[in-house]
C-alpha cells in the first residue's frame, strides 16, 4: 500500500497548495481541492482501521501508530497529514544507489524540501491578510522558511 499511499499523499498535496499559493482560484476550484483533502483523508482513515483490524497484536499496532491515529482523529491536526508525504522518501533511498552516503544525503534533501515546502504553505496560509504580517504571499512564505531553517 505504500505507494498507492504516497500517490495520495501527493494528490492532497496537490490539493491543499492550490488555493495557498492562489488565493484567488474560483470557489469551485476551492471547492474541489477541499473535496480532495476529505477523499484523502478518508483513504488514510481507512488505511489506518484497515491496518489495525489485521495487526496480529492490535495493542503494539496502537501504541506505535499513534502519530497516524492522531492525524486521523483530530481535526485541528489535519494539515500534519501532508507529512505522509514523508513515505515518499523512505521509497526514495531504497531505491538510490548502493551507498549508504548517497542514500543519507537524499534521505536529508528530500525531508528539508518537503518540510519546507509545508512549512511556507502554513505559514503562508495563517498570515497571508493578518494585520501587521510581512508575509503576502507564497514566495514570502518560502523566504521565511529558508531564514527560518
Known amino acids: 500500500m505504500e505507494w498507492p499511499l504516497t500517490a495520495v ?4 498535496l496537490a490539493a ?5 499559493a492562489n488565493p ?7 471547492t474541489i481541492c477541499e473535496a480532495i ?3 484523502t483523508w478518508a483513504v488514510f482513515a481507512f488505511d489506518y482501521v484497515a491496518r489495525f483490524i489485521i495487526a496480529p497484536r492490535r495493542w503494539d499496532f496502537f501504541k506505535h501508530n499513534l502519530f ?11 494539515p500534519l497529514r501532508l507529512l505522509r508525504v514523508l513515505a515518499l522518501l523512505s521509497v526514495f ?5 548502493g551507498q549508504l552516503r548517497g542514500k543519507v544525503a537524499a534521505y536529508a534533501a528530500g525531508c528539508t524540501l518537503l518540510l ?5 504553505l502554513e505559514i503562508t ?3 497571508r491578510g493578518q494585520p501587521g504580517t510581512t508575509i503576502a504571499n507564497l514566495g514570502d512564505g518560502f523566504w521565511w522558511t529558508i531564514t527560518t531553517i
Open 125 to 127: 496560509r495563517a498570515e
Open 93 to 97: 533511498s531504497r531505491v538510490g544507489g
Open 116 to 120: 519546507g515546502t509545508i512549512a511556507a
Open 16 to 20: 491543499y497548495a492550490l488555493p495557498v
Open 24 to 30: 484567488d482560484v474560483p470557489r469551485r476550484v476551492s
Open 37 to 39: 483533502m476529505w477523499v
Open 68 to 78: 497516524d491515529l492522531a492525524v486521523v482523529v483530530l481535526p485541528m491536526l489535519r
Open 9 to 12: 499523499a501527493l494528490i492532497m
